[in-house]
């Protein structure tokens, strides 16, 4: 029996070890990939299924390398432009943080457009992010590809020191953190609140001093940071918008590749968007134990309460057409993507309930 568990453990073990361990070793290709994160966060946990994979189904052909941090760029800025020279092959940006190269991209920030995973999850593994990938590679001349839409945190949702925000009007006055970028500001401003721009560093002393009191994050970035110990105590799942993870590749390094060993690279890619998509899911529900058990206050919205919020919000999309570039284009798309899954989805209830 001992011998028998031996054979099949030692079987298991070769199967699942990454086939480039034991590859003929001529690596022809290697891919730098960074993330201005930690081993804790999602993005790594994407990275981890991208390499195993890419470095098994080539045959050893193409290397990962992992760059969690700041060792080859700080910011996006810094990153998106060793993407396009070519020195970094592969990261991964915010909608916020690649916004001042490609302003459309905070389209993926504009509230209450997709209502749940599933209806995110659909659109972001169709032609939706194709179209955005078509803008962006026209935006760089070439430079900068797009290669898929992750999640990198679940879903954002309002959070605050002061009370329970059940609807607009208990939003307003208060100070909330935002980043720079003009939409998130715009969003709290329609909501009735004070955008207050803070690097993200800063964010838990801000909170301790009052300097802010709110924040649109979501629950593993909520307990990763410890706000709760600054004063955060309030969150309402208003889920107001996806927190989209960009994966950016050099193009001219992906084309410099043979097409087989692209299409290795694009399943990777398709493996590393579905383990970002799960691992927040899985991170979440002791994210939200833990907020609740040290007190916390976690309210989710009456649906006529979150049709308030939306209808509060809604004249973000009119600024945003008016005054992003491509703003429009990529708007129409969004909302195109999202019928079309709402109905496959919806087609889909009805043939599981009946």
Same mark, same amino acid.
């Given at each position: 029996?001992?011998?028998?568990?031996?054979?099949?453990?030692?079987?298991?073990?070769?199967? %699942?070890?990454?086939?480039?361990?034991?590859?003929? #070793?001529?690596?022809?290709?290697?891919?730098?990939?960074?993330?201005?994160?930690?081993?804790?966060?999602?993005?790594?946990?994407?990275?981890?299924?991208?390499? &195993?994979? =890419?470095?098994?189904?080539?045959?050893?052909? %193409?290397?990962?390398?992992?760059?969690?941090?700041?060792?080859?760029?700080?910011?996006?800025?810094?990153?998106?432009?060793?993407?396009?020279?070519?020195?970094?092959? =592969?990261?991964?940006?915010?909608?916020?943080?690649?916004?001042?190269?490609? @302003?459309?991209?905070?389209?993926?920030?504009?509230?209450?457009?997709?209502?749940?995973?599933?209806? !995110?999850?659909?659109?972001?593994?169709?032609?939706?992010?194709?179209?955005?990938?078509?803008?962006?590679?026209?935006?760089?001349?070439?430079?900068?590809?797009?290669?898929?839409?992750? &999640?990198?945190?679940?879903?954002?949702?309002?959070?605050?020191?002061?009370?329970?925000?059940?609807? *607009?009007?208990?939003?307003?006055?208060?100070?909330?953190?935002?980043?720079?970028?003009?939409? *998130?500001?715009?969003? =709290?401003?329609?909501?009735?609140?004070?955008?207050?721009?803070?690097?993200? *560093?800063?964010?838990?002393?801000?909170?301790?001093?009052?300097?802010? /009191?709110?924040?649109?994050?979501?629950?593993?970035?909520?307990?990763?940071?410890?706000?709760?110990?600054?004063?955060?105590?309030?969150?309402?799942?208003? #889920?107001? !918008?996806?927190?989209?993870?960009?994966?950016?590749?050099?193009?001219? &390094?992906?084309?410099?590749?043979? /097409?087989?060993?692209?299409?290795?690279?694009?399943?990777?890619?398709?493996?590393?968007?579905?383990?970002?998509?799960?691992?927040?899911?899985?991170?979440?529900?002791?994210?939200?134990?833990?907020?609740? /058990?040290?007190?916390?206050?976690?309210? =989710?919205?009456? @649906?006529?309460?979150?049709?308030?919020?939306?209808?509060?919000? /809604? *004249?973000?999309?009119?600024?945003?057409?008016?005054?992003?570039?491509?703003?429009?284009?990529?708007?129409?798309?969004?909302?195109?993507?999202?019928?079309?899954?709402?109905?496959?989805?919806?087609? #889909?209830?009805?043939?599981?309930? &009946?």
């Amino acid at each position: 029996m001992l011998k028998t568990l031996t054979k099949v453990a030692a079987t298991a073990a070769f199967l %699942i070890a990454p086939m480039a361990a034991w590859a003929d #070793g001529h690596q022809e290709f290697t891919i730098r990939a960074t993330a201005n994160s930690n081993e804790n966060d999602e993005d790594y946990d994407g990275l981890i299924v991208f390499k &195993n994979y =890419v470095e098994a189904a080539s045959n050893g052909k %193409i290397g990962v390398e992992i760059f969690m941090g700041t060792q080859l760029c700080a910011n996006g800025a810094e990153c998106l432009e060793g993407v396009a020279e070519g020195s970094i092959d =592969v990261y991964i940006s915010t909608s916020g943080g690649a916004a001042g190269i490609f @302003p459309y991209v905070q389209v993926l920030d504009l509230p209450y457009l997709m209502a749940n995973d599933r209806v !995110a999850e659909e659109v972001l593994t169709g032609d939706f992010t194709r179209k955005m990938r078509d803008m962006a590679l026209e935006t760089s001349d070439g430079a900068i590809r797009l290669m898929t839409i992750g &999640n990198t945190g679940g879903w954002r949702n309002f959070a605050n020191t002061k009370r329970r925000v059940q609807g *607009p009007a208990d939003m307003e006055g208060l100070k909330i953190r935002t980043v720079v970028a003009d939409l *998130p500001q715009e969003l =709290v401003r329609a909501l009735g609140a004070s955008p207050t721009p803070i690097p993200w *560093p800063e964010l838990f002393t801000s909170f301790q001093t009052g300097v802010v /009191e709110g924040s649109k994050n979501g629950i593993t970035d909520i307990m990763g940071m410890k706000f709760p110990d600054a004063g955060l105590q309030y969150v309402t799942l208003d #889920g107001h !918008a996806y927190m989209g993870a960009l994966w950016w590749m050099s193009n001219e &390094n992906f084309m410099a590749m043979p /097409e087989d060993m692209r299409r290795v690279v694009v399943d990777g890619f398709s493996q590393l968007q579905q383990a970002t998509f799960a691992s927040p899911k899985r991170k979440s529900i002791d994210a939200y134990a833990a907020f609740v /058990e040290g007190g916390g206050d976690l309210y =989710v919205p009456t @649906p006529d309460e979150k049709a308030a919020f939306a209808a509060a919000a /809604e *004249p973000v999309q009119a600024w945003f057409r008016d005054n992003v570039d491509g703003g429009s284009e990529i708007l129409d798309a969004l909302i195109a993507a999202v019928g079309e899954a709402e109905a496959g989805l919806n087609a #889909g209830y009805e043939r599981d309930l &009946n």
